[in-house]
């Protein structure tokens, strides 16, 4: 009896070749990875400024590839650190390239301006290094804050002011966010939680999702996808949206009011609740209006389906 000893099967010819070509290629792509990640300088120019902040005073930050994270707090002052970063394997090329930072820090005709661009010499050409900006931003709690920002991430909390926010091509992450808050978003994610504001969004191409969301929401939304988890102190909910993919969690659905419509595609509810359900032709609605008051959620959708989610098993209509 042979035992503790095997044989590997032996793989036809044609198979070989194309199994040990793919470990190379991996092989390959990981050692060029290492090499430039090994290989790659990174020079960084590092500007604290702190400001004082009047109260109602407009804070205007315009940024162009930055990741910026702001917090509120109860001091009257606007603190900010800007790391302006230049990354290229060559050193020499990152420290000439990062003098194309430009930026702006500065309390001028009433309000706070806060900046970088990129300026580039014409006879430079074309643009050699990545250059990315780093706002650590502080400012009272309460400030009129209007936030503009592309290829880039997003991070606020602890704000309960008026805000505004424009920006593509990132994520804007929300935490504890109060007050006002107004944000357009072309091809970048929002995921927020704790918010009880008056929360208007406009989003094209974007996957959102806020939880633990209350106070009055309007959203408009188009070819994405929206999660929502709405908390009992929601005010009012209003979507209204085109090839969105919905889901609204509940803990329990009789707890909110609903009137949802759907056209070109299907809504889904716990099954207790089929027999409100209702489809004529290709348009289908669900309206759940207990006689008690209750948070209300409205919602009207376009070609993409619905699902709302209680305590029970989802049925929809076919």
């Not at 889901?247 to 949802?260: C, S």
Request: aromatic share 8%; charged share 25%; proline share 4%.
């Amino acid at each position: 009896m042979n035992t503790g000893v095997f044989r590997l099967a032996r793989l036809p010819t044609l198979a070989v070749w194309p199994t040990r070509l793919l470990i190379w290629l991996i092989i390959c792509t990981i050692f060029e990875i290492n090499s430039y990640a090994q290989s790659v300088q990174v020079i960084t120019k590092i500007i604290d400024k702190e400001l004082p902040y009047i109260e109602h005073q407009p804070v205007l930050l315009t940024a162009q590839k930055a990741d910026i994270t702001i917090k509120g707090w109860a001091r009257p002052t606007i603190s900010v650190r800007l790391r302006l970063i230049a990354k290229h394997p060559d050193r020499a090329t990152a420290e000439r390239e990062l003098a194309y930072h430009q930026y702006t820090l500065q309390s001028v005709d009433g309000q706070v301006d806060l900046s970088n661009r990129f300026v580039i010499p014409q006879s430079v050409g074309k643009l050699r290094s990545q250059l990315k900006a780093v706002y650590e931003i502080s400012l009272p709690a309460k400030a009129f804050l209007t936030v503009t920002n592309s290829f880039g991430d997003i991070n606020l909390a602890n704000l309960d002011g008026n805000t505004n926010v424009t920006f593509d091509f990132g994520k804007l992450t929300l935490d504890d966010i109060r007050g006002k808050l107004t944000i357009k978003s072309d091809y970048g994610d929002i995921d927020g939680r704790g918010l009880d504001a008056i929360l208007n969004v406009k989003a094209e191409k974007a996957e959102i999702t806020l939880q633990d969301v209350s106070g009055n929401v309007t959203l408009q939304t188009s070819f994405g996808k929206l999660t929502l988890l709405p908390t009992l102190t929601l005010d009012a909910l209003n979507v209204d949206a085109t090839r969105t993919d919905i889901l609204v969690a509940t803990k329990r659905l009789t707890d909110f009011w609903f009137d949802v419509t759907s056209l070109g595609a299907d809504i889904r509810v716990p099954e207790n609740f089929a027999d409100q359900l209702v489809k004529a032709k290709n348009k289908q609605t669900f309206r759940y209006q207990p006689s008690v008051k209750k948070p209300e959620i409205v919602i009207q959708n376009r070609y993409s389906p619905i699902v709302i989610q209680g305590e029970k098993p989802l049925v929809d209509r076919r």
